[in-house]
C-alpha cells in the first residue's frame, strides 16, 4: 500500500470518512508493529472489517450450527463441529450492531461466498459467519485513520481505519471482541 495520502475513502458504517483526520492521539496510540499489521480483511453487510491473521485458526464454508438449549441470544447462535471439535458459533453482525444483507441467489456468475471464520486465542476459539473474505492484508502506517463518528455501536470495538484499496476497513480490537465474546457466552 502507498503511505500516500488517499482521498474520499468510504468511511466504515455510513457517510464518508475524511482521511486528514489523522490526529496525534490516534499516532500515539501504539501502532501495531511487525506481524500485527497483518490483518485478515472480511466483510459482514455492507462493512468491511479487519482483525490480526494471528487470531485465524479456519476459514470454511458456513456450517450448519445446533442450537444451544435455554439460549435465546442474538449474539450466541450454537456450536457447530469443525473438522471434529465442537465450536461455539456467535453473530459478529449482532455484537457490531451490523444489518446482514440478504443472502444474494447463487450461480456461475457469483464471485463472492458466504465463510466460516474460526478465531482464537490459546484454548479459547469461537467461529462466526462472514459474507465475504478478501483475504490476508498487511498494512502500512500511511494506510491508518482514525475511527469516524459516523460509527455506532462498531466504534467500541474498533481501533482504527485502515484505507483499503479505496475503501476503509474497521480494524477490530481483539481484547474487546474477546472479552465480549466471553461475556455473551458465559
Not at 490480526?52 to 445446533?66: I, M
Not at 458459533?89 to 444483507?101: N, P, Q, T
Not at 459516523?150 to 471482541?177: C, E, M, P
Request: a positive charge.
Amino acid at each position: 500500500m502507498s503511505s500516500k495520502a488517499k482521498s474520499g475513502a468510504p468511511g466504515v458504517g455510513h457517510g464518508t470518512h475524511n482521511p486528514s483526520v489523522k490526529t496525534d492521539s490516534l499516532l500515539a496510540r501504539r501502532l501495531p508493529e511487525g506481524d500485527e499489521r497483518t490483518v485478515v480483511l472480511f466483510r459482514i453487510g455492507d462493512e468491511w472489517l479487519a482483525l490480526s491473521a494471528r487470531l485465524f485458526h479456519e476459514v470454511t464454508q458456513p456450517r450448519r450450527y445446533h442450537s444451544l438449549p435455554h439460549r435465546r441470544d442474538t449474539m450466541v447462535l450454537g456450536i457447530a463441529n469443525v473438522r471434529g471439535e465442537l465450536i461455539v458459533c456467535v453473530s459478529l453482525a449482532a455484537l457490531l450492531g451490523i444489518a446482514r444483507a440478504v443472502a444474494p441467489e447463487r450461480n456461475e456468475r457469483t464471485k463472492t461466498f458466504a465463510r466460516l471464520l474460526v478465531i482464537g486465542e490459546d484454548t479459547r476459539r469461537v467461529a462466526f459467519e462472514v459474507d465475504e473474505v478478501h483475504g490476508v492484508h498487511r498494512f502500512e502506517e500511511g494506510d491508518v485513520l482514525a475511527v469516524p463518528a459516523t460509527l455506532d455501536k462498531a466504534a467500541a470495538f474498533t481501533r482504527f481505519v485502515i484505507n483499503w484499496n479505496g475503501r476503509a476497513a474497521g480494524r477490530l480490537d481483539d481484547t474487546l471482541l474477546f472479552a465480549a465474546v466471553d461475556r455473551g457466552i458465559g
